[in-house]
């Protein structure tokens, strides 16, 4: 099993980037998929979670209308398009796949910063 995120990096803030998670091992399109995010000094936090099917999203507060999760079953991939970003978004962003097992990846760096 592996989940395997990348398209972090440095932005400036107002910005954008678009982090992908690629998926094998598993039966992708049966996981609800989502991304966390941590800060240092701060605990792990949910940022955004999609259905299996792709049919149902939700966000954090603190994202919403900012970011946007979306899927590709065909590609066993989940996207994080997070859009006007802000230094406070500024976390290592992990990716999370879950039904009858939790699987994780190692993580990607986001840094929002002029």
């Known amino acids: 099993v592996q989940l395997v995120e990348s398209g972090g990096g440095l932005v400036q803030p107002g910005g954008s980037l678009r982090l992908s998670c690629a998926a094998s091992?598993?039966?992708?399109?049966?996981?609800?998929m989502t991304w966390y995010r941590q800060a240092p000094g701060k605990e792990r936090e949910l940022v955004a979670t999609?259905?299996?099917?792709?049919?149902?999203?939700n966000y954090a507060d603190s994202v919403k209308d900012r970011f946007t999760i979306s899927r590709d079953n065909a590609k066993n991939t989940v996207y994080l398009q997070m859009n006007s970003l802000k230094p406070e978004d500024t976390a290592v962003y992990y990716c999370?796949?879950?039904?009858?097992?939790?699987?994780w990846g190692q993580g990607t760096q986001v840094t929002v910063s002029s």
């Open positions: 999370n796949a879950h039904w009858y097992h939790s699987y």
């Open positions: 999609i259905t299996s099917a792709g049919s149902s999203t």
């Open positions: 091992g598993f039966t992708f399109s049966r996981y609800s």
